[in-house]
């Protein structure tokens, strides 16, 4: 199974358009490496592509010349999974609207979103909107299982309003097990708590790509760019007690990749004791452009 980072960062990018905090300032200035919106490319012989989450950033992600088209054309892209009904999980679509038809998997609820917005009407009939069950698994691509299972989290910011920021479980927020080449993959971009049954899940997958929004759950208010804390985002802290690092610890994993890196998030200077932190854990951090051959 090969595996593409597409866009490592979470919503908003580094540099965030709006946004001078020191990331977004360090790679402004070129010294710190930029990331584009969160989104995993998936193949198994690299002819066929599906694409987890379509980020606003799609259009240049897949500019790339192993997605060329087949012909004058087309594309290598034969499937999109959506793991939530996120604006840079989802915005990315109306870049794909050009006729080329491809299978577009969400759960129920994610299509339920997509069906209430007339902007995404525009997405022409050669795209299917397939359902995907919770705990089924579909082959978006042959010799590929993707099984999406629900993890904690809540509905998209948008839909606060209207449904209320608790966290919940259910399709809103899925996390995807992909099986092919005899390998487990997992691909958990946000998620807002570990519990015990989910450590259990993830236990002895060849890769782990985990939500590393934030290190700190304050990390935002410390920075002075917000008011949230990565609980009420629906994003559990890396570092702290009930942690990703501490949950996973001691749990049999090939590689834990930490992906959807918030701009804030001081893993990504190299020099901070954060990243010193999760490197000693055994994680690594996604870039744009990184690559697992699984
Ligand atoms: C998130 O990951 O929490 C969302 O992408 C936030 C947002 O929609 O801005
Ligand atoms: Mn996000
Ligand atoms: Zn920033």
């Known amino acids: 199974m090969i595996l593409t980072v597409l866009g490592a960062a979470a919503g908003g990018g580094v540099p965030q358009w709006n946004c001078a905090c020191r990331n977004c300032s360090l790679a402004r200035a070129g010294d710190l490496p930029r990331m584009t919106q ?157 519990p015990d049954w989910l450590l259990d899940r993830i236990e002895g997958a060849d890769v782990l790509f985990f939500d590393g929004t934030v290190f700190h759950d304050d990390e935002m208010i410390r920075e002075g760019v917000g008011a949230k804390t990565g609980a009420r985002m629906g994003h559990v802290a890396i570092g702290g007690a009930g942690g990703t690092l501490e949950r996973l610890s001691g749990r049999r994993v090939g590689r834990k990749i930490l992906i959807h890196i918030n701009n804030t998030n001081p893993i990504l200077r190299p020099d901070s004791p954060e990243r010193a932190a999760v490197t000693a854990a055994g994680w690594d951090i996604a870039l744009d452009g990184t690559e697992i051959a699984a």
């Open 38 to 194: 969160s989104s995993v490319a998936v193949s198994l012989d690299g002819t066929g592509w599906v694409v987890l989450n379509a980020s606003p950033d799609i259009r240049a992600q897949l500019a790339a010349p192993r997605f060329a088209p087949q012909g004058l054309r087309g594309s290598p892209v034969k499937g999109v999974v959506v793991t939530n009904a996120d604006v840079d999980h989802i915005a990315g679509l109306l870049s794909l609207r050009e006729g080329t038809g491809f299978d577009l998997w969400a759960s129920a609820e994610t299509h339920a979103v997509l069906a209430a917005s007339p902007v995404f009407g525009v997405l022409s009939e050669v795209v299917l909107r397939r359902d995907m069950a919770l705990d089924e698994g579909f082959n978006p691509i042959p010799g590929l299982t993707v099984t999406p299972f629900a993890v904690p989290g809540k509905v998209a910011l948008f839909l606060e309003a209207e449904q209320g920021a608790y966290h919940r479980m259910g399709g809103q927020t899925v996390g995807l097990e992909i099986t092919g080449g005899g390998k487990r993959v997992l691909y958990i971009p946000g998620c807002a708590s570990l």
